[in-house]
């Protein structure tokens, strides 16, 4: 199981978490380089209809899947900073500009990593 998000534990999170979901192949909804496709289109015929774009439904299911999936891995004190987010690239923004700073804790956890490492 994933270790829940805390403010000091971020790199070790997403690590876990990141190789989780490029395992099944979607990163690339939360790294932002598969971004919603428009919801509507616009068929060809004349006059043009506009219509539900079942690519954009297709998107939009698997995003709040993983969007689901990562909430549930955030402590509820992390968990309460991202009620605003809308789509997993949002939430895995707002978490990486939150809590990847090279703060006294991440250096701390970084130093933690190298000594187990070398054991």
Known sequence: SVTKLLPTNYLNWQ???ETFLDGFDLLKYTDGSFLAPPT???TTATPPVTTTNLVYQTWRRQDRLIYASILTTLSNEVA???SQTKTSHDLWT???NTYAK???SHLKQLKERLRMASK
């Open 94 to 96: 707002l978490l990486k």
């Open 80 to 82: 309460s900073l991202v």
């Open 102 to 104: 090279a703060s006294r």
């Open 40 to 42: 509507t289109i616009y």
């Open 15 to 17: 690590l876990q978490v």
